[in-house]
């Protein structure tokens, strides 16, 4: 038991720990995902899955996979699929077939597999998963449509490669009884739309029974998870590998029925996710054995060179043409296809089943399998951002801020950011409001920011910061507090002076944003100054004239507004945090006009301040 627990903890602390680095550095997450899980597995020899959990390891594996694929379905907005140009219908309509046509001539012709053993291993292949494909996007820049591409593809194709083998493996077990080709596809096909109505038939009973609170509020999350394993071992039942259909279809639904308790639930979910997604990559890279490195031949080295430049390019460009997809786009999708770990696990089950009919060839599943996740991973995870850029797919190439509430110090504000060369777009709900910022070549959007709409209409991840300014302080933290989770809590700040969690009359910290400026101006004092002058000036600062003589030259009552980091970054000083600017950094204050001028517009010289 304890060494069951030490072993969790470790997984659990080397997953997360993988995630952190490549956060900090940038580098891909799944590529560190599986080499840590590599060297704590067969390298030292710490995680031995197999002697720790037993017979467990397999279903707690199944299921985790399970609820990968329903978050992930979650995250599908029919909406979204729009601007996809049908492309994902392509990929799945035509791209699985030819994708399992031309893997099967791979692994016959370049691999030397026997045809049954090749066509069941091409059809795990015809899938990337969202294992792979979503901690990839998550640091990757890349534009939205080929970026929904992806992760459309990933989580909607995974269950259809699992039917691809088992279609194979039902017929060659069925074979010798007699039983046809199509026989056994009609079976696998009846049995994939009982499963896709399990999911459909949950999704439905969720959606009636949430709204009606025939479910408490500290039940909905419980449920939901509870819900989804019982939809994925109810469909295995029926016939193996179609519960990750269904609870596929089960999210998909989920996520289109617009239920408001999810935008609870999403926080918690997705965290969850992440934790699985670490667990079972380190997991299942800690199960691999060098020993089937032993058969690797030299004609594997060209079946992988074979399935990343020609299967997969092949595969993505006949399904998407004519399509209204721009080339530089089909080109970064036919080259980004990522396989998991997952697809070891997938290849070692059949191996076994294979032998078991006869076909020695199942063993090299798993030496192929182990070669195609590690070529892949590294291939695409440090590639990604190199050949999105070379193409021209990537999106904001400096993210800026997200300013909402037109005001005449908003625009002023907006001004500063784009003098310092930072994007910038205000947001409000009046055209009339946004009159100056339009006038002043300010990108604008017209519309409630909280409206389900802007899901469609803003894409969110250009922004680095968002800045609520509105007239209406508890509107401006409303703002912040829904767009906390997706910006991030240190990066929304808003007007309004800093509330006393002791004083009844004020919002509590965890319901605002950041308060703007050290001393936490409200929204009044903040338009009294503004009309009584006051203007922003920037200063960078240098070796030679520090952040204290900068802060020395200003007038007593001007405020530290924002840094702006050499990298592009901005950090705005509020009463809880008081960043540090360095050399090369630009700091903006907001105090009186030396010269009387509300309308100066300041300049910025090296270790200068200037009004």
Same mark, same amino acid.
């Given at each position: 038991?304890?060494?069951?627990?030490?072993?969790?903890?470790?997984?659990?602390?080397?997953?997360?720990?993988?995630?952190?680095?490549?956060?900090?550095?940038?580098?891909?997450?799944?590529?560190?995902?599986?080499?840590?899980?590599?060297?704590?597995?067969?390298?030292?020899?710490?995680?031995?899955?197999?002697?720790?959990?037993?017979?467990?390891?397999?279903?707690?594996?199944?299921?985790?996979?399970?609820?990968?694929?329903?978050?992930?379905?979650?995250?599908?907005?029919?909406?979204?699929?729009?601007?996809?140009?049908?492309?994902?219908? $392509?990929?799945?309509?035509? @791209?699985?077939?030819?994708?399992?046509?031309?893997?099967? !001539? =791979?692994?016959?012709? %370049?691999? #030397? &597999?026997?045809?049954?053993?090749?066509?069941?291993?091409?059809?795990?292949?015809?899938?990337?998963?969202?294992?792979?494909?979503?901690?990839?996007?998550?640091?990757?820049?890349?534009?939205?449509?080929?970026?929904?591409?992806?992760?459309?593809?990933?989580?909607?194709?995974?269950?259809?490669?699992?039917?691809?083998?088992?279609?194979?493996?039902?017929?060659?077990? $069925?074979?010798?009884?007699? @039983?046809?080709?199509?026989?056994?596809?009609?079976?696998? !096909? =009846?049995?994939?739309? %009982?499963? #896709? &109505?399990?999911?459909?038939?949950?999704?439905?009973?969720?959606?009636?029974?949430?709204?009606?609170?025939?479910?408490?509020?500290?039940?909905?999350?419980?449920?939901?998870?509870?819900?989804?394993?019982?939809?994925?071992?109810?469909?295995n039942l029926i016939q193996q590998e179609t519960g990750l259909l269904a609870v596929t279809v089960m999210g998909v639904a989920v996520a289109n029925m617009r239920l408001d308790s999810l935008r609870d639930i999403h926080p918690f979910k997705e965290n969850v996710t992440v934790l699985l997604i670490s667990g079972v990559f380190v997991l299942l890279s800690a199960s691999l054995d060098f020993s089937v490195l032993r058969s690797f031949e030299w004609r594997f080295a060209a079946f992988l060179l074979a399935l990343l430049l020609l299967v997969r390019p092949a595969t993505v460009l006949l399904a998407l043409a004519f399509s209204k997809i721009p080339w530089n786009e089909r080109l970064l999708i036919a080259w980004i296809a990522p396989r998991g770990v997952v697809a070891v696990a997938v290849s070692g089950l059949f191996a076994l089943r294979l032998e078991q009919l006869g076909y020695g060839n199942g063993n090299i599943l798993v030496t192929l399998s182990f070669a195609v996740v590690v070529a892949t991973i590294i291939a695409h995870g440090f590639s990604i951002r190199h050949v999105a850029r070379w193409l021209k797919v990537t999106g904001a190439t400096q993210k800026g801020l997200l300013i909402v509430g037109s005001t005449p110090w908003s625009v002023s504000l907006a001004r500063q950011l784009q003098s310092l060369g930072l994007p910038v777009m205000i947001a409000d709900t009046s055209w009339q409001r946004l009159a100056s910022a339009r006038q002043a070549a300010i990108d604008t959007y017209h519309g409630e920011i909280l409206a389900e709409a802007t899901d469609e209409r803003l894409d969110l991840t250009q922004f680095q910061v968002l800045a609520a300014t509105t007239e209406n302080e508890a509107y401006n933290a409303l703002v912040c507090s829904e767009f906390a989770h997706e910006i991030g809590r240190d990066s929304v700040y808003q007007l309004g002076a800093s509330g006393d969690d002791e004083d009844r009359r004020s919002l509590p910290e965890a319901l605002r944003g950041r308060a703007m400026f050290t001393a936490g101006h409200g929204v009044d004092d903040i338009f009294q100054r503004e009309a009584a002058g006051w203007t922003f000036r920037k200063t960078r600062i240098s070796e030679q004239f520090r952040f204290d003589d900068a802060r020395s030259i200003l007038p007593d009552e001007a405020d530290m507004l924002f840094v702006l980091r050499k990298d592009g970054r901005i950090r705005f000083f509020t009463h809880a945090a008081r960043p540090t600017p360095q050399s090369g950094d630009v700091v903006v204050s907001y105090g009186p006009s030396r010269h009387g001028d509300p309308n100066a517009s300041p300049s910025i010289q090296a270790g200068v301040s200037v009004a």
């Open positions: 038991m304890e060494q069951q627990s030490l072993v969790i903890a470790l997984i659990g602390a080397l997953g997360i720990g993988a995630q952190w680095v490549a956060w900090r550095t940038g580098w891909p997450a799944i590529a560190l995902m599986l080499a840590a899980g590599v060297l704590a597995g067969p390298v030292t020899g710490l995680i031995i899955p197999k002697q720790t959990f037993g017979e467990l390891l397999e279903p707690m594996i199944a299921v985790a996979v399970a609820l990968i694929l329903f978050e992930g379905g979650l995250s599908l907005n029919f909406r979204e699929l729009r601007k996809t140009e049908g492309a994902v219908i $392509r990929l799945m309509t035509i @791209g699985i077939p030819v994708g399992w046509l031309l893997g099967a !001539l =791979a692994c016959y012709y %370049v691999a #030397g &597999l026997v045809w049954p053993v090749a066509i069941l291993f091409a059809g795990i292949l015809v899938v990337t998963g969202p294992t792979v494909v979503i901690p990839l996007l998550r640091q990757s820049n890349i534009a939205p449509r080929p970026r929904a591409i992806l992760k459309w593809e990933a989580i909607v194709n995974d269950p259809f490669g699992a039917l691809c083998a088992v279609i194979t493996y039902e017929y060659l077990r $069925r074979v010798d009884e007699g @039983g046809t080709l199509l026989s056994v596809v009609a079976a696998l !096909l =009846a049995a994939a739309l %009982v499963s #896709g &109505l399990i999911g459909y038939g949950m999704a439905r009973a969720i959606a009636w029974a949430f709204p009606r609170g025939h479910v408490p509020e500290y039940l909905k999350a419980p449920v939901l998870l509870v819900a989804v394993i019982g939809t994925f071992t109810l469909s």
